[in-house]
């Protein structure tokens, strides 16, 4: 299936952003940027575009998508670079991938100039109805992104206690019925196996009062949202990712996070917070050597699509945007020097 007419959110916003780091003065001849959630590629055609002189890494752990991004970009020849891992990996993929000699060594003794998340499922999955993430249609309860991964929501249902099963759906999406819904499984799956959506949505619609049906969205959206959460460990790459990819930026590198749910965009604020804390004793006039901020905030809050971006894209109804700088070299990370004089 193409995915080629695919509308990445909020384009212009994040080709401005990432454009701060492509064009600080510290950035290399060739700026490197990474799109650690390759997706359809939407974004990082953006990139290809926008900046004609930069390399574009793109990660993504789904062997799909990486194919369905390399024929899209295939126009940009060795600019366009796809790893696959899941994103917390991008310091292993950067690492390789100046050891094969495909990041110019200028380059990689700078570090890169920007880097952007764009979380949660993408919307090629969503559109994929056999991978079971959208509710809407009745398809394997599998939702993993990595196909080759063990896990998946079926076994999730078919095996974890009802403890387990409320905890994931209570954390992971808020849901009020969690333990009702947590038994009703335990006793369903007693009859026989769960396998499909449609028989988990048919279930979600009869544990949950009609009252609450009628407010909050579908009534299967939380469930879905924590299964998918649990089978891929989102909130643990993210947490992992979050000082690792900050690491690889230059002074004047910037770092863009796309959360779609109150809890990505919770762990992303706490995350910024202490990159952009000074670690200067309180009282004191002014900071220490050494002990300044590492980054700066440069959005406000968390920043959201317009209202002319929401009626042309609805997917980027939810989303909350935050994006920092790097204003020091503390914890600066060099790449490391590639061998046999790769360049």
Request: charge should be negative; aromatic fraction near 6%.
């Amino acid at each position: 299936m193409s995915t080629h007419g695919h509308v990445p959110v909020m384009r212009d916003r994040m080709v401005e952003l990432i454009a701060r780091g492509v064009r600080s003065p510290l950035a290399p001849e060739q700026p490197i940027i990474v799109d650690g959630t390759l997706g359809a590629g939407g974004h990082t055609e953006a990139f290809l575009e926008e900046f004609p002189e930069a390399i574009v890494v793109g990660l993504d752990r789904d062997p799909n998508a990486i194919a369905e991004a390399e024929e899209r970009l295939a126009r940009f020849g060795s600019r366009f670079l796809s790893y696959r891992t899941r994103f917390d990996g991008i310091t292993e993929a950067l690492q390789d991938l100046v050891e094969q000699g495909k990041i110019p060594t200028d380059a990689t003794t700078h570090g890169i100039s920007g880097f952007l998340f764009d979380l949660g499922v993408s919307s090629m999955q969503l559109d994929q109805a056999e991978r079971g993430f959208a509710y809407s249609q009745d398809a394997p309860l599998d939702m993993r992104m990595d196909p080759d991964m063990p896990l998946t929501a079926a076994e999730i249902l078919n095996t974890y206690s009802h403890g387990d099963l409320a905890r994931i759906l209570k954390t992971y999406g808020d849901e009020r019925f969690a333990g009702k819904i947590a038994s009703a499984i335990l006793r369903e799956r007693e009859k026989e196996a769960f396998s499909d959506s449609g028989r988990l949505v048919e279930l979600l619609y009869a544990v949950i009062p009609a009252a609450s049906r009628r407010t909050g969205g579908h009534p299967a959206k939380r469930t879905f949202q924590a299964l998918r959460i649990e089978v891929n460990a989102e909130l643990e790459a993210l947490e992992n990712v979050l000082p690792a990819a900050a690491s690889w930026l230059h002074i004047g590198g910037v770092g863009v996070y796309m959360s779609y749910q109150s809890l990505e965009d919770k762990i992303v604020k706490k995350g910024l917070s202490e990159l952009t804390a000074s670690q200067t004793p309180a009282g004191l006039p002014m900071d220490l050597p050494g002990s300044e901020a590492e980054f700066e905030l440069i959005t406000r809050g968390a920043e959201k699509a317009s209202e002319a971006e929401i009626e042309q894209n609805s997917r980027s109804a939810p989303v909350r945007v935050r994006a920092a700088a790097r204003a020091s070299m503390r914890g600066y990370q060099r790449f490391p020097v590639p061998p046999r004089g790769t360049s």
